[in-house]
């Protein structure tokens, strides 16, 4: 599942349509659009409704799953002159103003971004602050926002570094004269189908380290122990079985099928089913 | 990009963290002036991006990054009882790398650091330092010094030459062996530095089997040969690792054609060593690295039940050692056998 946060509206619309989300109804605590493999939300400003926001999400969308990738799409002032407004970057490393900590999610090479760095503040930031680091930033791009320190601190609690995805377009310089409503809108509009095939190549490359393996073979083994009150141990080690035979590339169905039809009543006739069933498995270790 | 060893392309790294404390040390400045397209990303303390909770080891093995920092003391540790330490009074090994270049399935790396992003550290003054003192703590007695204990500073030398500053500095020393292990194909190494004083060179080998199975990334059996022979052509002791070897039906007929072919390639005479070892790891790495990788039918092996070390039951090993043994004693004098 992609989950997806923006702060505002500008920011979220041209993602709505793109994604064809359809509002939520059910759902009241913040705005969520969603369809089949993308739900987005929009948190509103601050870093405490963003973290808000992602937690819901997180939680909503069960994001112990590894195959969920949590996106934060929006706005960010720049405080290097280099960075165009309208440009893309991808976020390697952000601080949170207020806390001083440094949040580091880790980037895909091959999303082919340039790369910022990004500091989360409490309010709306006018100027380039005081910063001690900025004297030697070389060639990093620093940018500035308000919301993404909060998602990396809700995202730690339930993703993987890898599953956090930070994506900005510049607003301005730190100096938003004359930046309307349709200035942005234009900004992101030109931007929606390069931030979707960022997080498609993110979301698909993840995949490739999902550590659910063979999730129906599991499934059916997890329901065959429960249904004969296997204890922990006993479930293991028929998992591991199980995943010799997958990774082997032998077909354990018919074995599970079959212990699905076991009727057992005593504890010895439970062991004896448990003897059996890991022998059959053993024996389609290919 | 060459799998065998860590190219000098930038394509092996997709980034840098440099903490702020490595930012100006010599060997900081070498590594950022080798690879100037890559970004950099400065951190606080390099623990910050090292120690972080749910990192993914091998998504990060693939999409590699490197984390420049300073290494606080202690620089020598006390050399586990697991590993060998050649007869040697003391044994201690360092670490200049936390994690290594390759991506071997058996490794307890994995179970050890929360990050699989190899961090370098720069303060090589601060190594030499703690060398010097423990040399001086007891002149007389031989210590026995592992520099690529678990990492591989050969494969790592196209990214950062550690000996280019070592190698004068080890050539003086007295009552000090310094063993570089490897599994490197790194031939250009050993003509650049010749055997000089306390180095040895240790080469981990094993079936070729093996090394497609479970050593991915390492080079081939025959490109480490080609380089223990570069090795004793620069003049080294050179110490053959047989170490983890694997027992079951899938590896035992692998072993006895391998020592064959090993020592039809190298000469034994100028082998000083060879140690022999099976499959073990601390337990609880073991049980860490089950969860991580559910892909490696290692982790699914039922070792038998005991206290700290998951390894094979002793009698199925001791009966593989013995015919181990017994070919290995045809090429090198069982002296210079170390079991582990």
């Known amino acids: ?229 296997f204890t922990r141990d006993m479930t293991r080690q028929l998992e591991r079985i199980l995943m010799k035979v997958c990774l082997s590339g032998g077909d354990a169905m018919p074995v599970l099928d079959e212990a699905r039809t076991f009727t057992v009543f005593t504890k ?10 890991g022998c059959q498995l053993e024996k389609r270790i290919v | ?19 702020n404390a490595a930012r100006d040390y010599p060997a900081t400045r070498a590594v950022l002036e080798k690879y100037p397209e890559l970004p950099r990303i400065p951190v606080r303390r390099y623990r910050d991006v090292f120690n972080r909770p749910r990192q ?24 586990p009882e697991v590993c060998q330490d050649f007869g040697a009074d003391k044994f201690f090994y360092t670490s200049f790398l936390l994690g290594c270049p390759f ?51 050969i494969a790592f030398d196209p990214v950062f030459p550690y000996l280019e500053e070592l190698y004068p500095f080890f050539a003086a020393k007295k009552n000090l062996t310094a063993e570089l292990r490897t599994k490197s194909a790194n031939t250009a190494f050993f003509a650049r530095y010749p055997a000089s004083g306390p180095l040895v060179a240790a080469f981990s080998l094993a079936p070729d089997e093996v090394i497609r199975r479970t050593e991915k990334f390492t080079p081939s059996l025959d490109a480490r040969l080609r380089t223990i022979r570069a090795a004793q052509d620069a003049g080294y002791s050179v110490r053959l690792c047989f170490d983890p070897v694997f027992v079951g039906a899938e590896y035992d007929a692998l072993y006895e054609p391998f020592f064959e072919t090993v020592f039809s390639r190298i000469d034994p005479e100028k082998v000083s060593a060879v140690s022999h070892g099976f499959f073990r790891m601390n337990r609880t790495f073991f049980r860490r690295i089950r969860k991580e ?31 181990h043994l017994a070919v290995l004693s045809r090429y090198i004098p069982k002296e210079r056998i170390f079991i582990v």
């Open chain 1, 1 to 229: 599942m992609i989950l997806l946060i923006a702060a505002m509206k500008p920011e979220a619309d041209p993602l709505i349509r793109f994604y064809r989300l359809k509002k939520d109804m059910t759902v009241t605590a913040f705005p969520v659009f969603r369809s089949d493999s993308v739900a987005l939300v929009i948190s509103g400003t601050g870093k405490l409704r963003s973290a808000a926001a992602a937690a819901m999400l997180l939680t909503m969308y069960d994001a112990r799953k590894d195959d969920t990738l949590l996106v934060n799409i929006g706005f960010a002032g720049s405080r290097t002159r280099s960075a165009a407004p309208g440009q893309l970057f991808i976020v390697h490393k952000i601080t949170d103003a207020d806390t001083g900590r440094d949040y580091y999610p880790d980037v895909l090479p091959e999303s082919g971004l340039p790369r910022a760095e990004l500091t989360t503040y409490p309010r709306p930031v006018f100027e380039p602050p005081e910063d001690s680091s900025a004297e030697d930033s070389g060639d990093r791009v620093l940018l500035a926002d308000m919301e993404a320190a909060g998602i990396m601190e809700s995202s730690a609690r339930f993703l993987e570094t890898q599953q956090v995805l930070i994506l900005k377009v510049v607003s301005d310089l730190l100096s938003p004269d004359g930046l309307t409503a349709d200035v942005l809108k234009g900004y992101m509009d030109d931007r929606v189908s390069d931030l979707a095939k960022i997080i498609q190549t993110v979301y698909e490359e993840n995949g490739r380290y999902r550590k659910e393996l063979f999730a129906e073979e599991t499934a059916k083994l997890l329901d065959v122990c429960q249904m004969h009150k």
């Open chain 1, 268 to 277: 010895t006739e439970g062991k004896r089913v448990f003897e059996h069933i």
């Open chain 2, 1 to 19: 990009m060459s799998t065998s060893d860590a190219s000098s392309k930038s394509a092996l790294f997709s980034a840098i963290y440099i903490e």
């Open chain 2, 56 to 79: 993914n080891l091998l998504w990060q093995k693939d999409h590699r990054a490197l984390i420049l920092a300073v290494k606080e003391p202690p620089f020598l540790y006390p050399g």
């Open chain 2, 103 to 153: 991506r071997c399935d058996y490794c307890y790396l994995q179970g050890m650091y929360p990050s699989s992003y190899v961090t370098a550290f720069v303060n090589l003054e601060d190594f030499k330092g703690a060398i010097d003192d423990e040399l001086a703590r007891a002149p007389r007695e031989n210590l026995y010094l592992a520099l690529s204990y678990d990492t591989d500073l």
């Open chain 2, 293 to 323: 990788r559910p892909d490696s039918p290692l982790y699914l092996t039922d070792f038998p039940k005991s206290e700290d070390i998951v390894t094979y039951d002793e009698q199925l090993a001791g009966a593989v050692r013995e015919r």
